[in-house]
């Protein structure tokens, strides 16, 4: 599966960006959707999944309350929706696939940049 992030950009403290994850080739319901962010200097951490139907999204505690992940299987989309912002937020995000019955994330996408300012 191939995974198209976007929606990324510069915003200021306390605004809100949703990121959306197109995918295409093999059939995108099969997949649990996640997204992750890298900031500068810093490992990549994990952000938010999805199940296949889109029940119990799962989401890194700092960041409860603020993001929420949703998803489209009719437009093989996956969204994040980022409220609050705040410049800690600040980071690349990226989508990956993981094939419902396995265990890793095997498929990422490019990345789309978040820029929060202060």
């Known amino acids: 599966v191939q995974l198209q992030a976007s929606g990324g950009g510069l915003v200021q403290t306390g605004g809100s960006l949703r990121l959306s994850c197109a995918a295409s080739g093999r059939t995108f319901s099969s997949y649990v959707m996640g997204w992750f962010r890298q900031a500068p200097g810093k490992e990549r951490e994990f952000v938010a999944r999805?199940?296949?139907?889109?029940?119990?999204?799962y989401y890194a505690d700092s960041l409860k309350g603020r993001f929420t992940i949703s998803r489209d299987n009719a437009k093989n989309t996956v969204y994040l929706q980022m409220n609050s912002l705040k410049p800690e937020d600040t980071a690349v995000y990226y989508c990956?696939?993981?094939?419902?019955?396995?265990?890793?994330?095997?498929?990422w996408g490019q990345g789309t940049q978040v820029t929060v300012s202060s």
């Open positions: 999805i199940t296949w139907s889109g029940d119990s999204p």
């Open positions: 990956a696939a993981q094939p419902i019955h396995g265990t890793i994330w095997a498929y």
